[in-house]
């Protein structure tokens, strides 16, 4: 988006921004040409002297980023007018060397790859966060007993730490599919024109090993029409959301007055209304279940592209970067506003006993505790 | 989307940009503000002076607008920052009498009426555009025979310029249908807390209905939590970009290699590629069919926002505003790309006649002029 | 879907599931084949004797419905085994006269044109009983201080019957809007092999407007691959699917426990639970959020196949048929329930009293009655 | 579909129709009842009578599916009538018995994944077969020079295996992950009314252990609202879909007119036209491309369901089963139809010299023998 006033509602973080922003963009790019250049002087490809003048001019290099951003979408392609802007800094030879047997897709996908790392990060320190302050809470008031409520309507009693318990379990294997699909699917793209590694003397293939060495990605052989990875990083990345979303969607019915149970941190500055100056909005679940409506459909779009056109599609992988940026940055927002909820949350004894005595429902909590346990493990390795 | 290098791939325009800014939700912000104080005065709910007051600062309002940001982003919404900042800058009487009556989401959601009547307007003058240059091609190529194609494979001949015909009329009906559903469903939005209108003496009614005239929207009880207009426009929006899409894919197919049969026209610095400099590049068609491959999925999480809970929901309009805004992008990038692919479409009649005649299908068009005639009417209301 | 039980969660209504049964789809493909014939006689196309043969042959068709199933299943289309079929009871002229100058896609869209006006006009008469019932409860209660709801919190009081007044009105404006875009866009298709109308001896719109008048369609020129009267009918079904969602979701959050300010009427057989005998689930209100849960995916469905190929695409129209068909299921489900719902709707004065009273937040209703009377019109014109 | 003409547009085999039918559903249900009343039996919750007794009725139940349909969908789930009828068969001790300590939920999501792993078996074993074709076609054309085509535009020669082999690697990846995924999360649920497994003698975790061996499913904790896993299918299916949608959108490409290098096999039946009896459709593709359109918007339904409520949520879990079925009819008419396609694929020899001729690239295919070796792996280990 392009308002910070209205990109607030699909709240997310700086950090998540700056993995995102054209700096970042141009910094992976940048740093793509230079470990190209160096990955084809190792295999003999390009000469030492022009890896180190594109090194050196990639670390130089200065760009008039709304110009560029300007001669990009005219372009239809980041590579273009930056390689063409990179070009005219270096002599001849080095020129030619630059960029060598890439295209357009190699940059734009490796690039993502990078940011997606990046955000892998992020997300999985946030998750961590969350995890441990809800796995805590989940003990704490493990066989504390509490209405249990199915189709919105009290059922039987529950442990209240087990519903917390169950938010834990959720987000923490969720995160932990996050990390592995990141890890499995963050390679290194080099293919070339039309995916055949032609140009590089029959030295392709170690040219892409040693290139993802260089960016710490995985080797692979070119998958530029194959996006089947994307997706599955989507679908991730749609989980964390919806199970983020589903902690803030019991919170914010736990926090209903007359109800009371559970309650979102006071936070300054958050919360408020501009109608009605008490009022104590669960704002934190509302970002949390903003992103949750906005990441179906927004994975739906990458779905969407699996059936790109041949060797280099026309419409579905240049769809994708904005929809995994979009994805990574209400993760974030979410993530974010979920672990301040989860370390901070209150959980209001009074009203849980209150609740289930008006409940009428007994006190039986069954094997609640057992399962919180068979949920987080034992008490050593509760992360 | 944060970068503008990365935005470049879901191209829009910089004048969409700028109706959904910051700047110009900021614009859009006060204007509510000094409008609804206007319109209270004109009632008799407040005070003349106040009014005067409260337009002077709107006017003369200078934000810092990453602190805004920040302080929007933490409290969940625009108008509690906003407010705040507004207030500091009144006298104790035009203090309490700004913003009366009206809630978070009675400005939130005037502001983003306003802005979707800007975009409706941008949009409509590219679609015309489009309209008129694809109207004078489908006449002139009426009687051209050419192959027909279903299933991808060659049919029946029809006349070439009937295929324009069928892109030209299913734009115009997008298009017409926008400006209605926008025409229909802009809404001032004033109902104050819970949608009732409170705190305005019972003049409620008129103080929105003169709100509305100022702002130049519809009169309307308050929708807060009604959002069957959102939905239409976001539909609306969609039906635009697809129909560009299938436009596009059309001539994507047709200038193939070996096919060739119409091209879009040459742009310097645009269609290029970074491994194959001879290469030409269908990027005015990349730009439709990427908007159309994003739309289907943002306006999934649009109709999921329409079960909102109770008075004001927790997260669909929230979620809305900035999706209708990257439909938005889309659509302008959409409607600008193929309104240049339009005025400057290259129809090769060699390849036509070449392409039928290998295609054996002999060349009775059928219907095909008057089947023109019929969409496009007779030659004078042409668009 | 295939199984009955398992049908039952999307459920939906036996009147909109004979709406698009075989034995349907199969009456509405016999009645194109002989109004066909009888336009192409009216303006001399085929003799008059062909025409009776074919009404004869379509009068008494009988189908092994499982084997054409197969057939069709293999060939990709009815049309090529249903013509066979029906070819193979006719003499060579009659033979050679059925089905003359149309093409599969004519008889599918026909078709499924005559399907979403009945289903319509099944949906139009459960939207006014809906309407019906709800403006009679929002004039009822219109003046009743409740505790109104933002955000999940308490905030200001409202009149009762205005949140009940903002359900009728949502699902009256969205009723009408299916009205409208059934009425406007079911039209005949009738294009022929590439949409030229070829082999009807130049008489072709004749024949097309004479086949619609016959079958209560509109006239139309071909749209085969103009498919944006088919997405704005799916917009309008999703439109309304979610303003039943919106009621189903206030209605599940009013009656829950320690609320309690509104509940389904009590109907035999419905919201048991397996487990607790003496619950009482929202079952109506969960068959309308399950519609609404799947609405906007399906709806993506249908847009993403705007970008159709050429003359008649390859994907796009063949997924379209059974995304409206369940639409217009789950609407047909939903809209069931909820005229159940609301003609028994149960309204619990006494704990709107005392919530109202817990929240300690006056009883100003502000202009609750008067919107209520705006939105619903005076007292004569309820629907 | 309730229509099995028009459900051909979605086509699907007749296998997958009885995975999802309504005598398999009834099946999975009697063999959960069963198992669980044996699994108590062994932990000493029931006694063996009554479990022998409850075996006996499982095993002898019939049903009027019809009248158990209608009382299924008035009553919302499928337990509530199936265990009534159940229990009117069983003696008092017998009857209160079964379904002990369980929950409508329990039974519906068991039978899912008891479906989910015989619909991925049957997924396997066509994907299975693709991938061995597709393996044998690379390798036999690996070094065929062809025209490589990025947006849609001849870019540089490729192998043309290469192009095979990424069909045949992104469908065995997709095929092994859905196969892992359906491995990891097909799980036993057992939880009873609010997820606590109480009312079974503090001996559940084994009940469900034991019952998760008979049904041979993984062991679990209760699941019923954390839906990742759900999430997780489904949009394996998706990826698997869309992969093939892959294939086949090439394959469309590839077999247009003037183009030419590949076609489907002809199949007798298949691809015709009711318009134009020489014409040769890639039906296969369709069927492929088809489910590929619709697959996203299904999967974001699936998606959106994960925030559900509390204990057992009002929406989500309700609209899963239909559209995980969904997903699977469609995944398995695709896989079908292009494993035929896979198994008597035409390429074209002639066609792809004279393009690659006309087009005028050279013929270096660059590394594109070795990337169908490294994507494939040697020989021996083809699949």
């Known amino acids: 988006m392009t308002s910070s006033l209205l990109r607030t509602r699909p709240a997310t973080t700086n950090a998540m921004l700056a993995v995102f922003d054209d700096a970042a ?19 003999q490809v390009i000469d030492e002297e022009s890896a180190r003048a594109i090194a050196a001019s990639c670390g130089a290099f200065e760009a008039d980023i709304p110009a560029l951003a300007e001669a990009v979408a005219l372009a239809g392609t980041l590579a273009i007018p930056f390689i063409k802007t990179l070009r005219a800094q270096l002599t001849d030879t080095a020129a030619r060397d ?4 890439a295209t357009s897709q190699d940059l734009a996908d490796t690039v ?19 995890v441990t302050a809800l796995t805590a809470s989940a003990r704490q008031y493990a066989s504390l007993p509490a209405v249990g409520r199915t189709l919105l309507q009290d059922a039987c009693p529950i442990g209240f730490g ?8 959720a987000i923490r294997e969720a995160a932990a599919d996050l990390d592995r699909v990141i890890q499995v699917h963050a390679k290194v793209q080099l293919g070339g024109a039309a995916g055949t590694r032609a140009g590089m003397h029959g030295r392709g293939e170690a040219v892409a090993a040693d290139l993802a060495r260089r960016l710490k990605l995985n080797p692979s052989p070119p998958w530029h029409a194959r996006r089947g990875g994307i997706a599955a990083m989507a679908a991730s990345l749609g989980i964390c959301i919806g199970n983020l979303g589903k902690m803030a969607r019991d919170l914010s019915l736990l926090s209903q007055n007359r109800i009371g149970e559970a309650l979102e941190p006071l936070i300054e500055g958050r919360g408020g209304s501009s109608a ?8 934190g679940c509302q970002v949390a279940l903003s992103a949750a409506a906005r990441a179906p459909g927004l994975l739906a779009g990458v779905f969407a592209g699996l059936p790109c056109e041949l060797e280099r599609g026309l419409c579905g992988w240049q769809a994708e970067g904005p929809i995994l940026a979009e994805l990574c940055l209400l993760a974030a927002g979410s ?8 370390q901070g949350l209150l ?4 009203a849980i006993v209150e609740n289930l005595s008006n409940a009428a429902v007994g006190a039986d909590i069954g094997e609640s ?15």
Request: net charge positive; aromatic share 2%; glycine share 4%.
């Open 25 to 43: 963009t141009l910094r992976h790019a940048l740093a793509f040409e230079a470990a190209l250049a160096q990955a084809q002087v190792a295999v």
């Open 98 to 101: 630059l960029h060598r047997g």
């Open 112 to 130: 993502l790859m990078l940011q997606m790392k990046e955000a892998g990060a992020l997300l999985a320190a946030e998750h961590a966060r969350i």
């Open 162 to 169: 087990l519903r917390i318990a169950q938010w834990a379990v």
């Open 276 to 283: 009605m100056s008490h009022k104590r909005n669960p704002t």
């Open 335 to 342: 993530a974010e506003a979920m672990a301040g909820v989860a």
């Open 347 to 350: 959980v209001i004894d009074a």
């Open 369 to 383: 505790v057992q399962i919180v346990t068979e949920i987080l493990g034992p008490l050593r390795d509760a992360t």
